[in-house]
């Protein structure tokens, strides 16, 4: 099950607006339950650097059904997943990145979002994830 | 002078009401005047493999400042430009992709438009690019 | 809908037996209706370089949802499509990679198969997706 | 010596085998002595981004032959091998990767399993390489 056009729009707008009342420029990334890219917007004078940040957020998050902050706190030197980062072409796990699951707990895609403090980026893609469901999964398996 | 955001948004709107009255599923790329992204939709059923097309004819158009149909006619074997898809990590130079040059003459980005017969593709790409301006440039040089 | 892992057995199990009758060793890949690897064998001694290809032909097909000897067709010099594989970290636009479209006439992946002459790869990936359904889907949209 | 796709679906069989039983979902990746993908197989519901993980496992055994594992305590920060994770486009330095040594101690390829907490990956790796020998090797230098 993958996120439509329809409701990546209503995200992406959800989570500009956030953006705006935050003084924020971001970069806001939504792919499907394949991690494949559904819609992103770049806000004026956002960092151009960000637009890979953004997009690589929701991969991630995606790619393991979890924030991508809850991936970074495994990842740390000494961690179990230390140094996950270096696979598939390039993981980004600070916060800003969460799981789309829906009213019937299926995770239907995820969003990304960076070009601010990881805080901001966090509440700006919370703010887009409300408007379709939530952003944390039931146990694995999940289905999508 | 770069597409804001706002601009995007109002060329993919209309790049879509074109796609649906075609009857066809796109992928629809806004790049700035630099060729990096600017915004992104891919519809509801369209070819995953679009999204990338899109994304490269976009950049193909605002790197040369022409569309991607005028470099294809070139990059024929035997032709003066033969082989430059090879550059610049792909360039796709087939039907699809448009410069946006507004009022005044300025480039300030492309359209790149994929899912469909290579007609319908510029087709939708130039209902996008109308809303702004024209898709063709003044003799180089040009301004950004 | 995503071909499952047992599905993906069977057609390549299928396909190694083709392999086998046709005397000839190949690589042999199965893609979900994302275009993401669900099952690769090498046979032995079959050509280290089909690896890439059988996996890019497999994404080829399901991409575009249309066997791959169609798009290189299209794709000659002077064609529609010249140059598209140069698009997605490369295509394979020579028979070898079908669609595998179920009873319903869902899209659930693809087969890629590459290690012979043409003609053979074609004959191999026929036999894997004969054991799911058909490798030519109805008219586009799809459902996948 | 390379492992024969006999011997990798073997090894595959019982690695799924050990992580139904353990209740995970996972990507199992076997390499042959040089590095290069031999079979590969995704369970249903397995984390898209372990694929990759799990072929990076398999490649980064092989390519030093030992545990992946054991390579993650020397590429810790102010460790011998910090940063060797940036070789070879990307090793994956924790565990659940191994070697596969034969009865005769040759390393004819490896395993990787990527799906769950660590400890699972590497338990499943072993159920896998437990079918054809062992996951350590003698001291260096070993034979391919």
Redesign the interface.
């Known amino acids: 099950m993958h996120v439509?056009?329809d409701q990546?729009?209503k995200a992406i707008a959800a989570a500009r607006r956030k953006a705006v009342e935050l003084g924020t420029q971001m970069c806001i990334a939504v792919v499907?339950s394949?991690?494949?890219?559904?819609?992103?917007?770049?806000?004026?004078d956002a960092w151009?650097g960000s637009?890979d940040i953004s997009m690589k957020k929701a991969?991630?998050a995606?790619?393991?059904?979890m924030p991508t902050g809850e991936i970074g706190k495994l990842s740390q030197?000494?961690g179990?997943?230390?140094?996950?980062e270096?696979?598939?072409?390039g993981?980004i796990t600070f916060p800003g990145g969460l799981p789309i699951v829906d009213k019937e707990g299926v995770m239907i895609g995820a969003i990304g979002v960076s070009g601010s403090a990881v805080e901001n980026d966090h509440a700006v893609a919370l703010a887009g994830v409300a408007t379709l469901g939530v952003g944390e999964l039931p146990a694995?398996?999940?289905?999508?």
Chains 1, 2, 3, 4 share one sequence.
């Open positions: 439509t056009i990546a729009e499907d394949g991690g494949v890219l559904k819609a992103f917007h770049r806000m004026d151009v637009i991969r991630t995606v790619f393991f059904g030197p000494g179990p997943l230390y140094g996950i270096h696979s598939n072409d993981l694995h398996p999940w289905r999508t």
